[in-house]
């Protein structure tokens, strides 16, 4: 970056350091698309602050910095401590972030202010008493308790490192996440407005890569481009009428994944620029995937009235009159004739398509005419995106075992259960289960080694990596391609990732929401996944002697009102856990009145302690080991399993199903749902992150034996950097 170029990003940098909060109130009408910090997008990140590395000798004020950032878990290295005590106007936004990650900007007030002690000691009479006078006044009644004195917290915690990083550094974020491969999470949309908007176009130009593989990602950009008034980004190419469907939507403030239905409200001059772009690109399958929300396109941008654009005019007269036919509709035709031969001309004018009907085709057609349909595949599967092929792999692969297990109602038939996230804000998981037709072993491994050889001919075109140690975590962390719907939190990880719980005794769980009631439950499942027992608002406690393990709830609050909302905990003593049928844990939370969870502020996480007791606070931040804001817009989600066999934690942050929404929305009532939904998202049927990563060095490097001979160490901390994965290795 040129010196000019330099001094320009730190003035911006270092005279943006309101929060969004602050910066809201200022300007409300903007507060939809207000940037984002930087120091924010850093931490987020990078786990690191972005300042001018400056040296300080202020040793009162590095103190007194440090201890803030000890009592949320974090500590500063020496060269951002340097860099903060010389810009102490940042401070604020810094800290703001750190509290939010983990939960301190929260008012964390139990019902049982000496929980867990107290639950565990109160008679079951005061306990039923609290609770009817607590429900008969609508939550507006809380017993009133004297809160005891706490000792400090003396176990050893984990503190997370925040490191200082360059200009250069800073701006490699906004240039990985337009190079990843797969759907971003809202924060990193976020990011992209940030960047457009704060910086000027020179400066963008030269970060912004040459390809953006995810046509979201780069319609997007366009978009922002165009809003900013900046030629060099918002005429980057636009290949396809879809894309100009996104723009569009993007401009008009809607879902640009298309998943939901946008009201469209556009410029003169927008219209006209969309226009332009549409003409050369515009053909009748696009029209036809999307037809209900281009006739709404179209009557907003006035097609009739653009002389200019026959063709669109043509288009849009033939899908108002519903004469529109297109390559959906002759491939479905084949399909219904079974006329191989033509179905597979269709197909391979459009890899994509092709590689995503593989597995119907193979299933409806026989082992001889499979035998031609993967000849004709792999003619094209070079052209199909990195992307679909390791979705593929991994499909395939799960089909082999399925296969394998010999499961299905005949020896013609293979059972499949799986979980399918559907396109767009919403995580609300769908359970697919159900008998497909099976397809030959020699059919399917043929495919699956035709799938691993066209990756690795694609990477090993890619520049060399030397000796590598993979880290064998990394096999436990899916590759993450659906993280449009992930939650902001303090650690962002693909559905289905297997993170280690430690070896501390006591797990608590919390959730925090302002609005109406939401009650926070622990399901005890068997190692078959069958519902054994519970721990929620109408089971307080378990001492051990009845479900064979000790654990405790804070009691049931039924009122949330701002601004300080309210909270419950539960623990769970894990080394008390004596019944041997119970391998996992769930921490699910349910709204039992009031809107979705996003609508009433949900934040849940989970934290250890070493042992049960009353020291420390009920809430410490230096013991969160996540926390996320709840963003399934509906009225229950399972936020995480722990498996204490194995001392995992599978992060899931997924949206149920309930089948009480009027009156006692449970965990007992949905216990069907609940074991139904964890048999099949405990193994997402991806292929890992390691897996991956093999698959890379096999083709441009060489594996090592140990990380000290290896010239690069992909360790695993990789799993909390998507865009990396889907950026670097998933091109």
């Known amino acids: 970056m040129s010196q000019m170029l330099e001094d320009d990003f730190w003035a ?11 910066a809201s109130k200022d300007n409300p009408d903007s507060n939809p698309y207000l940037p984002f910090p930087a120091q924010e997008i850093a931490i987020r990140k990078k786990l690191s602050i972005v300042l001018p590395a400056l040296a300080s000798s202020r040793k009162e004020s590095k103190m007194q910095l440090q201890l803030e950032a000890i009592e949320l878990g974090f500590i500063f290295e020496d060269e951002a401590l340097n860099a903060l005590i010389c810009n102490p106007q940042q401070s604020a936004s810094i800290f703001q972030t750190l509290q939010t990650l983990v939960g301190a900007d929260k008012v964390w007030e139990p019902l049982y202010p000496n929980f867990p002690k107290q639950v565990y000691d109160a008679h079951q009479v005061e306990l039923f008493f609290n609770a009817m006078g607590h429900y008969f006044s609508q939550g507006a009644w809380q017993p009133d308790y004297t809160k005891e004195l706490r000792l400090p917290l003396s176990e050893a915690v984990k503190l997370k490192p925040i490191g200082l990083i360059s200009s250069n550094e800073y701006i490699r974020i906004f240039s990985d996440i337009l190079s990843s491969n797969a759907s971003l999470p809202e924060f990193d949309r976020e990011i ?3 960047f457009v908007s704060q910086f000027d176009e020179q400066m963008l130009e030269k970060h912004i890569p040459d390809d953006i593989p995810f046509k979201e990602t780069r319609c997007q950009l366009i978009a922002e481009g165009r809003l900013a008034n900046m030629p060099s980004i918002s005429e980057l190419p636009l290949t396809t009428a879809t894309d100009i469907l996104r723009v569009a939507t993007h401009l008009s403030k809607g879902d640009i994944s298309l998943a939901s239905n946008t009201k469209f409200k556009l410029s003169k001059a927008d219209r006209r620029w969309l226009v332009e772009k549409l003409e050369p690109v515009i053909n ?8 209900g929300k281009w006739k709404r396109l179209f009557h907003c941008l006035h097609i009739g009235t653009f002389e200019e654009a026959p063709v669109s005019r043509e288009i849009a007269a033939k899908l108002r009159n519903g004469k529109l036919q297109g390559y959906n509709g002759s491939i479905e035709q084949a399909l219904t004739d079974r006329s191989l031969t033509p179905l597979l001309d269709l197909l391979a004018k459009k890899p994509g398509e092709f590689a995503r009907r593989v597995d119907h085709l193979l299933r409806v057609f026989s082992e001889d005419e499979a035998k031609v349909i993967l000849d004709r595949f792999s003619g094209v599967i070079s052209d199909v995106d990195t992307r679909v092929l390791v979705q593929m792999l991994g ?17 013609n038939t293979v059972t499949m259960t799986r ?17 497909l037709p099976r397809i030959a072993a020699s059919i399917l491994q043929r495919l699956v080694e035709m799938i691993t050889n066209a990756l690795m001919a694609r990477f090993s075109r890619l ?9 064998p975590a990394l096999a436990k962390a899916p590759v993450p391609l659906q993280m449009r719907t992930a939650a902001e939190g303090l650690k962002v990880v693909q559905r289905g990732t297997r993170l280690p719980m430690g070896d501390k005794n006591v797990l608590r769980f919390f959730v925090h929401w302002i609005g109406d009631d939401i009650d926070l439950s622990a399901c005890f499942l068997t190692e078959s996944l069958t519902f054994h027992s519970e721990i929620a608002y109408y089971a307080l406690r378990s001492d051990g002697s009845c479900n064979n393990y000790r654990a405790v709830h804070s009691g049931d609050i039924t009122h949330a009102p701002e601004p300080h909302g309210a909270c419950e905990f539960i623990d769970i003593e894990l080394d008390s856990i004596t019944d041997s049928s119970i391998r996992y844990i769930s921490l699910d939370v349910r709204v039992y009145s009031g809107g979705p969870l996003p609508s009433q502020q949900a934040n849940a996480g989970w934290m250890f302690r070493e042992q049960q007791g009353q020291a420390g606070e009920i809430f410490d931040a230096t013991t969160v080991e996540q926390r996320i804001s709840i963003s399934a817009t509906s009225h229950s989600c399972m936020v995480a399993v722990f498996d204490i066999k194995e001392r995992e934690v599978i992060w899931l942050d997924l949206a149920g199903s309930s089948n009480q929404l009027e009156s006692c929305n449970n965990v007992h009532n949905n216990r069907a749902n609940i074991e139904t939904l964890l048999k099949a998202s405990l193994n997402f049927h ?11 060095v ?4 060489e594996l090592a034996a140990s990380e000290q001979e290896a010239e690069l160490i992909l360790d695993e901390n990789l799993v909390y950097q998507s865009n990396v994965i889907n950026s670097e290795y998933l091109c």
């Open 12 to 22: 911006k940098i270092l005279h943006t350091h309101l929060t969004r909060e602050d």
């Open 192 to 194: 992209i407005r940030h």
């Open 284 to 291: 009748i399958d696009d029209i036809i995937r999307q037809k």
């Open 395 to 411: 499909h395939f692969n799960h089909r082999s075992a399925c296969d394998n297990a010999k499961s299905g109602a005949d020896q």
């Open 419 to 435: 979980v399918a996230i559907p396109k767009g804000q919403i995580a609300k998981a769908m359970v697919l289960n159900g008998d």
């Open 463 to 471: 520049p060399g990596l030397g000796k590598v140690w993979i880290a």
């Open 686 to 696: 991806q292929i890992s992150v390691y897996d991956l990563l093999k698959l890379h």
């Open 698 to 701: 096999l083709s441009r490097g």
